[in-house]
């Protein structure tokens, strides 16, 4: 079992959870995607520079680094119809080495930017060569940077919130109480929520904020029971994840009389990241999303294969990216923003997903319910992403 109360020792991170991209920037939200129609690859070489925090001073930096380049590797082998040339550039996790190497790489002739890893690296490098007709595709999966010429490919709440919401209500589960963080990612999780909430048919009873902190959390459980019970409310979507309050609200919920099958229990995060967190008793029987098994396994089985060890858990993102780029380039012969999101879904290491023209992306993911401490898939994750998404 996992200690609620230590849990609160540790940072908050704002993950979608596979993204550990780091807390969001105070950037405004980026413009829609237009502009030039981006350079003309068809029947060359496509040059890629991938930026990377090789260097960083952070713990962990060139684990994560290595790993996205090894799946970049892998999607540029594995794709068929198309030459690419990948230069790798060291950011050491700062922003203004990564604008001015991105810079670097445009002198060199790329074609397309894949990184930086974090949304403040990634805003830069898109200021850095938005005059250069170069799109960048970011790991990071802070929407409010996306835009421009910048794409984020990580794991959003937007989109996970899109996939819960519209499942809960096709399930009857659709008078919905959102229980978030009174801070910033708190903040943006219960947006993504009560936009995904609009033209399912659901109800938003309530938003229950708590100072982030284990008396907020302790401080905000009167409100909530009072909520569900005065709204009749059937389904409960907590924003936090493992390393913030979810331990705490998934022991003290139903010790103060929450019935968690009159009330479904839905989270905006991985409960499967940490294993432990799937024998938390208030989540037995709850609802969350994850990326396609299937396609997650057979990712990392062919990663171990091909580099004799287990991939981290970013390194899918990596594969993404250059997926996209050598799947548009061998079809639309172009890279420009029109281009890259013109598919109707890549096929990426966790499934299928494509660019959206606002710079986010769209991935189908599966609905999964904790059943005795384990991962039960009860909606599997789609093959193809229709017009809305699902």
Not at 142 to 171: D, M, P
Not at 360 to 374: E, F, G
């Amino acid at each position: 079992m996992i200690s609620a109360l230590r849990n609160f020792r540790k940072p908050f991170r704002l993950l979608s959870v596979l993204a550990l991209t780091g807390l969001l920037a105070a950037c405004q939200v980026g413009n829609p995607v237009s502009g030039p129609i981006g350079p003309r690859v068809s029947g060359q070489t496509i040059e890629v520079a991938m930026l990377l925090p090789y260097g960083s001073a952070s713990a962990g930096d060139d684990l994560v680094a290595r790993s996205l380049e090894n799946a970049a590797r892998m999607a540029m082998a594995e794709v068929q119809g198309v030459e690419i040339n990948l230069t790798v550039y060291n950011t050491a996790g700062n922003a203004a080495q990564a604008a001015a190497v991105a810079q670097q790489a445009v002198s060199a002739g790329a074609d397309v930017i894949l990184g930086p890893l974090r949304s403040d690296a990634a805003a830069a490098v898109g200021v850095a060569v938005a005059r250069s007709n170069i799109n960048v595709l970011s790991f990071s999966n802070n929407t409010e940077i996306a835009g421009g010429n910048v794409f984020v490919l990580g794991h959003t709440f937007q989109n996970t919130a899109a996939r819960v919401v519209n499942y809960a209500a096709t399930q009857g589960r659709n008078r919905i109480l959102i229980l978030h963080a009174r801070n910033l990612a708190g903040e943006v999780a219960r947006d993504a929520v009560e936009r995904a909430v609009a033209g399912t048919g659901a109800t938003i009873t309530g938003r229950v904020s708590y100072e982030f902190s284990q008396n907020g959390v302790v401080a905000a459980l009167p409100t909530v029971m009072s909520t569900v019970r005065s709204t009749d409310t059937n389904a409960l979507i907590m924003t936090s994840d493992a390393a913030g309050a979810l331990p705490l609200f998934a022991q003290l919920l139903p010790e103060n009389g929450l019935d968690t099958e009159s009330t479904r229990v839905i989270g905006l995060t991985r409960w499967d990241v940490p294993p432990q967190t799937l024998e938390l008793s208030g989540l037995q029987g709850g609802w969350f999303a994850l990326p396609d098994p299937q396609a997650a396994a057979s990712f990392n089985a062919r990663y171990s294969a091909a580099n004799g060890s287990t991939p981290h858990i970013l390194a899918a993102i990596g594969y993404d990216a250059m997926r996209a780029v050598a799947e548009t380039a061998a079809s639309q012969g172009r890279l420009g923003a029109a281009d890259l999101t013109a598919s109707s879904g890549f096929n990426g290491a966790n499934g299928v997903f494509r660019l959206r023209s606002d710079g986010t992306n769209q991935r189908a993911m599966a609905i999964a319910q904790v059943q005795n401490n384990q991962v039960a898939v009860i909606d599997p994750a789609p093959r193809r992403l229709g017009p809305a998404g699902f």
